[in-house]
């Protein structure tokens, strides 16, 4: 058996997977003897667990076999995107802007030094190079012995990411945007790692965007993200992806909520050949709230999956989501929602539905909606529709001198509108619109 850099055995199919692996850039003379440690056992909890397959339940409608017979590169260099202007339209000088390029810190193209009192952000790197008491506890926390291959990966291979802290009592009226763009000729691998904590009795506003302008690169994004909420919290969270059509996307997000804490979450997905989401919130308090909405529009051959967990762990917490889908092309879509009520979790209140339009004839839809209730006295519901839109409708607009093609776009885009009319920031809907706007030109 080979032996891999980190001086552990390791299977054939790693050996190639990172192409010129370089352990002493990755761990270098900054990065603490503990996270040494951790990397090192996250790069054996990889090998170990390997790539999934179909054959695994929670894979069983989305092969990853493009992304592990791939070959790819670890960067470690500065990099400014080639067109700046595409991002500058994207972005708001007014907020507060924290940008990464392929992975690296760009302090140019971020806005972080007029914090207002009680918000710290900084870089991970930043972050874990000073000592970072609270995120040392939190990664040694974890048992690395149960973590998804993909999450162990991100743990192995993370250089950076953001930091953000509220602390307690502090309402942060500016939206805090953390861009994560590629803009690469290579084949590039990188593993953001962002780690969002508010204080008890905090409130925040905070969207995470991964981009790129250019639709022919080809590269591999393995993000993670980690939320803590305390009594009484409230986030407002967007997520927003928008990769290159031929890049791979795979995302972790996990939530945990204290008591009467608020998480009110948005996903929009648009880009990737192939997408990954998996949603994982924990109501560990009385009285917590989440809230999931999402959207996503794929065309041609790109595939897109969902997966929700909402675990409902202590008793008068509600649980709310809504997944709405537009595919084209060859497209396919898979949503996966999974609701668990807890022994103790009496008086759960919790929602589910998942709708998706079909445009094109040969799209694909795989919705399965779960629940796992172990509490009596619980109100939980879940639904799913797949369909095309209303030939009544189109008619009806067509009678009106709108070409079917036009149509086609109205249609759409009201089924679009009134998830997007959820959100309670003008500056993240004007954004989403931004991204949306080529994808609707196209239908």
Partial sequence: MKVNDFGKPLKEQFMNFIRNFDQQKLLNHKTPAWLKTLRQQAW????????????????????????AERQFELIFENGQPQDSEALKDYLNPDELNLTFINGIFSPGLS??????KGVEIRTLR????????????????????????????????SQEGAYIKIWDKTVVDRLIHVIYLTDTQKEII????????????????????????????VY??????????KENAALWYCKAQSESRKAFHIASTRVEEKRNS??????????????????????????????????????????VDNHTCVDHRQPNATSNQLYK???NGESRAVFNGKIIVRQAAQKTNSYQLNKNILLGKNCLVDTKPQLEIFADDVKCTHGATIGQLNEDEIFYLRTRA??????????????????????????????????????????
């Fill in 44 to 67: 054996q909890r990889f090998a170990q667990t390997g790539f999934p397959t179909v054959k695994e339940e929670e894979w069983k409608y989305t092969n990853i076999a493009p992304i």
């Fill in 111 to 116: 806005n972080v030094n007029d914090l207002p």
């Fill in 126 to 157: 930043e972050v874990l190079n000073q000592g970072g008491p609270e995120v040392k506890q939190f990664f040694q926390n974890q048992e690395i012995d149960k973590e998804s291959g993909f999450i162990a990966l991100n743990k192995a291979l």
């Fill in 190 to 217: 990188y593993s953001p790692h962002t780690f969002i904590h508010l204080g008890h009795s905090s409130e925040a506003k905070i969207c995470e965007s991964h981009l790129s302008f250019n639709q022919e690169s």
């Fill in 220 to 229: 591999f994004v393995n993000s993670l993200t980690d939320v803590s909420l």
């Fill in 262 to 303: 608020s998480f009110n979450g948005f996903a929009l997905d648009l880009g990737s050949r192939i997408a990954r989401n998996s949603l994982d919130i924990s109501l560990n308090g009385e009285g917590g709230s989440a809230t999931l909405n999402g959207l996503y529009c794929v065309d041609h051959e790109q595939h």
């Fill in 325 to 327: 889908g537009i595919l």
């Fill in 402 to 443: 709108i070409p079917k093609k036009e149509a086609v776009k109205i249609l759409s885009r009201g089924f679009v509108d009134d998830v997007l009319q959820k959100i309670p920031s003008q500056s993240i809907v004007e954004k989403l619109n931004f991204l949306l706007e080529p994808t609707f030109a196209h239908l």
